[in-house]
């Protein structure tokens, strides 16, 4: 157990009402550190992906166990803190930083262990998407996951989680087989299908709403470890024919086979021939982890004349992170989506003008093909939209400095014009801070009151509520 003295008028005047006697007790509950605000290490723990959102809390604790976790929680609790909960930081609404609050910063829980035999993976909270996928990868082994290496293992998967997989396996919360997590009443629990099911249920789909997960287990299958895929682009000028070719590859994909169409402004990047930086260009990014790539990207090839391709075999780790770089730290993010049902002529056209005008250096317009086996697990979780085939939105991105008014209507305005193509539902892990009630219930189409009656069960108090937030059954207009 840690000790330390504390001195309350570092917390500006001692803005979470606890004395240091209190602060104490918890360094000395836990093993990990308990951080304030010009200790090392705290600017690394306080840091999320999305600059937009500037939050910064009073406390931050760095567990390195369940039993850490617990007695958190239970400070929290007793102390009424606001808690929140950091993966991988990687959220565009900045749920992982309780402004003024507790921040539980799950970095030093980064382990995962495989079972080949059983085809499974123990993973830590702290676990980042390429730490998982190095993991598995030394066994031919793959789970669901998404395709920015450095997003957090937890964050995604209670959001549902999607990637290059998921149209073999489904979302990446259908591919958990158990949890361990630690629930407002500060008790360490299992959940599986066949242990406190009713909050497995939950968990899967009903973001940090329910606990905090402090390990994940994971079914896996064979990939890789060689896949065919990448990333290949044609001047905008062709945008009809790329997106009608998407629609026709699409429509006949197997499902080893994954495709995401693009537009934006070429970026300056070194795979880029110079004449073309910064020129509007409609891209294709593909994974096929089966073994009849070259088959069923026939028609990708034939499209011909590309201003650069990068498809062809390479490590599945490697694909997986291929676009970290278009994505890094430090900038403003401003996102919308939909789940589409289909890609009908009039859609893509609303598609291809709106994208035309959020481009800008540094954002992209985007297609994400899902339909498959997400849309047959349905074998009792809470993530939504099981009907979606597609997800598309706008993604408006801009470097502190900037100003991005302009940016941000053009997202707006775009995702506007889309909304009359949509299922009805949106992805939660894609939601703004400034989407309100409405928007979240909409994520879970269907499992909604089931949600909120299994807040009430486990969260009555709701302790977890720096998220897309799930109120309790019956407290809906309750402030938080």
């Given at each position: 157990m840690s000790t330390r003295t504390f001195d309350v008028a570092g917390l500006e005047g001692g803005r979470v009402g606890l004395t240091s006697a209190q602060l104490e007790q918890l360094s000395s509950a836990i093993d990990g550190p308990l951080l304030t605000a010009g200790d090392e290490g705290w600017d690394g723990a306080v840091v999320v992906w999305n600059a937009t959102v500037a939050k910064t809390p009073a406390l931050v604790v760095q567990p390195t166990s369940a039993d850490d976790v617990a007695?958190?929680?239970?400070?929290?609790?007793?102390?009424?803190?606001?808690?929140?909960?950091?993966?991988?930081?990687?959220?565009?609404?900045?749920?992982?930083?309780?402004?003024?609050?507790?921040?539980?910063?799950?970095?030093?829980?980064?382990?995962?262990?495989?079972?080949?035999?059983?085809?499974?993976?123990?993973?830590?909270?702290?676990?980042?998407?390429?730490d998982v996928d190095r993991a598995t990868q030394?066994?031919?082994?793959?789970?669901?996951?998404?395709?920015?290496?450095?997003?957090g293992v937890a964050g995604l998967t209670l959001g549902g989680g999607f990637g290059y997989l998921t149209r073999r396996f489904g979302w990446a919360t259908d591919n958990l087989g158990e949890v361990e997590i630690v629930t407002a009443d500060g008790k360490i629990r299992t959940a599986s299908r066949a242990e406190n099911a009713d909050l497995f249920w939950a968990i899967r789909g009903g973001g940090g709403n329910f606990g905090v997960v402090t390990r994940f287990t994971f079914r896996l299958h064979e990939v890789g470890p060689m896949v065919t895929g990448g990333l290949v682009a044609w001047s905008a000028d062709r945008a009809d024919e790329v997106l009608?070719?998407?629609?026709?590859?699409?429509?006949?994909?197997?499902?080893?086979?994954?495709?995401?169409?693009?537009?934006?402004?070429?970026?300056?990047?070194?795979?880029?021939?110079?004449?073309?930086?910064?020129?509007?260009?409609?891209?294709?990014?593909?994974?096929?982890?089966?073994?009849?790539?070259?088959?069923?990207?026939?028609?990708?090839?034939?499209?011909?004349?590309?201003i650069f391709s990068l498809v062809g075999e390479k490590p599945y780790v490697a694909l997986q992170s291929m676009v970290d770089n278009l994505q890094p730290k430090g900038l403003h993010q401003y996102w919308k989506a939909e789940f589409l049902p289909d890609l009908p002529s009039e859609y893509l056209n609303t598609f291809r003008d709106a994208a035309l005008r959020v481009a800008s250096p540094l954002s992209f317009s985007i297609i994400f093909h899902l339909a498959g086996a997400l849309n047959e697990h349905?074998?009792?979780?809470?993530?939504?939209?099981?009907?979606?085939?597609?997800?598309?939105?706008?993604?408006?991105?801009?470097?502190?400095?900037?100003?991005?008014?302009?940016?941000?209507?053009?997202?707006?305005?775009?995702?506007?014009?889309?909304?009359?193509?949509?299922?009805g539902g949106n992805y939660v892990n894609f939601q703004l801070a400034e989407d309100d009630a409405t928007r979240?219930?909409?994520?879970?189409?269907?499992?909604?009151?089931?949600?909120?009656?299994?807040?009430?069960?486990?969260?009555?108090?709701?302790?977890?509520?720096?998220?897309?937030?799930?109120?309790?059954?019956?407290?809906?207009?309750?402030?938080?």
């Open positions: 007695a958190v929680v239970r400070f929290a609790s007793e102390h009424g803190l606001l808690l929140s909960v950091k993966g991988g930081g990687h959220n565009i609404a900045g749920t992982a930083i309780a402004e003024d609050g507790l921040t539980l910063d799950m970095s030093r829980m980064r382990d995962v262990t495989v079972d080949p035999a059983g085809r499974l993976a123990h993973v830590g909270p702290g676990c980042l998407l390429q030394a066994h031919g082994l793959a789970t669901v996951l998404g395709f920015v290496s450095e997003t009608e070719t998407y629609r026709e590859l699409t429509a006949s994909a197997p499902r080893e086979l994954t495709a995401a169409v693009m537009i934006r402004l070429a970026p300056p990047a070194p795979f880029v021939p110079e004449d073309w930086h910064l020129k509007p260009v409609v891209a294709l990014l593909v994974c096929h982890s089966g073994p009849t790539a070259e088959a069923d990207l026939a028609p990708l090839r034939a499209l011909g004349d590309p349905d074998d009792g979780s809470a993530v939504g939209n099981r009907d979606a085939q597609f997800i598309s939105g706008f993604t408006g991105t801009w470097p502190p400095q900037a100003n991005g008014d302009g940016i941000m209507a053009a997202v707006r305005q775009g995702w506007e014009e889309i909304r009359p193509f949509s299922t979240t219930s909409g994520a879970y189409r269907g499992n909604f009151e089931r949600l909120q009656q299994a807040k009430a069960q486990y969260d009555p108090d709701n302790l977890f509520r720096v998220n897309r937030n799930i109120r309790p059954l019956g407290q809906e207009r309750t402030s938080s």
